[in-house]
């Protein structure tokens, strides 16, 4: 075969992989505007409502004033990157309920008027209470990252309480997000790389517990990190006179076994021992199916039903005495 002749083989080999690829992309766009793709929505988000941040510690924050559909839901920002509606100026006397936590407290997959925050803001707001309840959850955060966020970004709001709203990721390590091109800009990468780790991560309840043993370890990374945010947060708002809770989230996969309560053990230890006002909340959801729970299949996040739960049972604790 002459030079000629294999220069253009590899053209042409080169020009059907690109065309191929094109094509599988453009495809994958058309059957993902369902928005039943949980991984793909999330790529979305990542998108279309996050930025990188300037903040390390951070790594990305939400756009402000922002609005996108998701998972068929709108999910819209306001001016300090919250979820909702824009947050009115402080008054006197008026109380200013700040949550923080990860994209279960922002409510993916589920309305804003269904959130957590926006079930508690009405019925408090129906006692009579002058009340703002102001949901900071950002998908992709833990525990360190929500208290950067309100030490770098939020003070300003004068929250009056803070409820962390805490799940089981809280207490894990995070990577930096977003370093890869590939992943930024393609549906069809961001489906490979889920299939991937379909394959290669371990799979099943068992592995799960392992993984998350090794991560509420006393020495593990992301707890000591955890514990420390958890401090530093209740000595400012001990500091600030700010009424300060933590209310742990079960994961909802099994209910009726569950396997997880050393995690709820060792935070329920470290709230009290820092003078957060602590609350289980996996004695409410009893032993409901999950998927009477899911946001979808496939999607593991509290639906309204979930939210409704977490909001009868938040709503007592924060009744001021």
């Not at 709001?157 to 990721?169: A, G, W």
């Not at 961001?190 to 379909?198: C, D, E, I, N």
């Not at 371990?202 to 517990?209: F, H, I, K, R, T």
């Amino acid at each position: 075969m002459s030079l000629k002749s294999a220069v253009t083989n590899l053209c042409l080999i080169a020009i059907s992989v690109v065309v191929g690829l094109g094509a599988a992309e453009g495809l994958l766009r058309l059957k993902n505007e369902s928005m039943r793709n949980y991984d793909i929505e999330m790529w979305r988000y990542a998108k279309e409502l996050k930025i990188r941040s300037d903040d390390p510690l951070l790594d990305h924050e939400h756009v402000k004033n922002g609005s996108a559909v998701l998972q068929s839901v709108t999910i819209r920002t306001n001016q300090w990157g919250l979820r909702g509606g824009p947050v009115p100026p402080s008054s006197p006397g008026q109380r200013r309920i700040l949550f923080l936590g990860g994209s279960i407290t922002l409510g993916w997959g589920v309305p804003e008027e269904d959130t957590v925050t926006a079930r508690l803001e009405r019925r408090l707001q129906s006692d009579g209470e002058d009340v703002v309840v102001m949901n900071a959850g950002i998908g992709n955060y833990n525990a360190a990252r929500s208290v950067e966020l309100f030490s770098k970004r939020l003070q300003p709001l004068q929250p009056t309480d803070i409820v962390v709203h805490f799940f089981l990721r809280d207490a894990e390590s995070l990577e930096p997000g977003g370093g890869n091109w590939l992943l930024r800009n393609s549906e069809l990468a961001v489906t490979l790389w889920s299939v991937m780790h379909q394959y290669l991560d371990p799979q099943g309840e068992a592995s799960l517990v392992e993984h998350y043993r090794a991560a509420y370890r006393p020495d593990a990374p992301g707890f000591t990190a955890t514990q420390a945010a958890l401090k530093r947060l209740a000595e400012f708002a001990h500091a600030h006179a700010i009424r300060i809770y933590l209310a742990m989230i079960p994961d909802i996969h099994n209910l009726e076994s569950y396997p997880f309560a050393f995690a709820h053990e060792a935070i329920g230890r470290l709230a009290t021992e820092d003078g957060y006002r602590y609350l289980d909340l996996l004695p409410f959801f009893g032993t409901l199916a999950p998927q009477k729970l899911w946001a979808m299949p496939g999607d593991p996040h509290p639906n309204a039903l979930g939210h409704e739960i977490m909001a009868d049972a938040i709503y007592p604790m924060l009744k001021v005495e």
